[in-house]
T-cell receptor, first 116, second 112 residues
Framework: DSGVTQTPKHLITATGQRVTLRCSPRSGDLSVYWYQQSLDQGLQFLIQYYNGEERAKGNILERFSAQQFPDLHSELNLSSLELGDSALYFC???????????????FGPGTRLTVL | AQSVTQLGSHVSVSEGALVLLRCNYSSSVPPYLFWYVQYPNQGLQLLLKYTSAATLVKGINGFEAEFKKSETSFHLTKPSAHMSDAAEYFCAVGQGAQKLVFGQGTRLTINP
């Protein structure tokens, strides 16, 4: 158990819908990262937050957005869902974002999103 | 930008045999390198990391990796495979101060 929790574990929805994925980082970790894992794209970095502020953006679509709240939990919002958005979405946390490469990222168990 | 290439999407070894999973990186700056393991239906777990200290890095579950700058490689090895090692393994490089860039993954199968 990494200490990072993600809910829900599974999510099945229809095209055009909007969903919210939730992540609670390990106690004391200030940075939260979101990754998407799909068969065709592999593991892709989406976005990072550090202590409530956006720090880095990766291959995140405009239909996707995220935020980190004062209690440090984070939510990833996916809207106007398409079939191709079906994937496993991971959240990871680390102690510090600025020293990111030195800091181990602890991964949650993921949310499996299926868009029908 | 940094990148990672894992040679072989699927590796199969016999139980008790040497495990060798290959990873080559591209980086214009000294890299921070990681190996993660993903068991079926689970998240990623860190096996080991290289952060410019010793070039031979020991990790959990008997795995180790050697950083070779001249070859831009960070191959993962384990002297004797166990059935429980069957999983997908990802090599990653830390880019900038934020994200991890992952390789495509190598699925390791252990034959009894």
């Amino acid at each position: 158990d990494s200490g990072v929790t993600q809910t829900p574990k599974h999510l099945i929805t229809a095209t055009g819908q909007r969903v919210t994925l939730r992540c609670s980082p390990r106690s004391g970790d200030l940075s939260v990262y979101w990754y998407q894992q799909s068969l065709d794209q592999g593991l892709q970095f989406l976005i990072q937050y550090y202590n409530g502020e956006e720090r880095a953006k990766g291959n995140i679509l405009e239909r996707f957005s995220a935020q980190q709240f004062p209690d440090l939990h984070s939510e990833l919002n996916l809207s106007s869902l398409e079939l191709g958005d079906s994937a496993l979405y991971f959240c990871a946390s680390s102690v510090a974002g600025l020293a990111g490469p030195r800091s181990e990222q602890f991964f949650g168990p993921g949310t499996r999103l299926t868009v029908l | 930008a940094q990148s990672v290439t894992q040679l072989g999407s699927h590796v199969s070894v016999s139980e008790g045999a040497l495990v060798l999973l290959r990873c080559n990186y591209s980086s214009s700056v000294p890299p921070y390198l990681f190996w993660y393991v993903q068991y079926p239906n689970q998240g990623l777990q860190l096996l080991l990391k290289y952060t410019s200290a010793a070039t031979l890095v020991k990790g959990i579950n008997g795995f180790e990796a050697e950083f070779k700058k001249s070859e831009t490689s960070f191959h993962l090895t384990k002297p004797s495979a166990h059935m429980s090692d069957a999983a997908e393994y990802f090599c990653a490089v830390g880019q900038g101060a934020q994200k991890l860039v992952f390789g495509q993954g190598t699925r390791l199968t252990i034959n009894p």
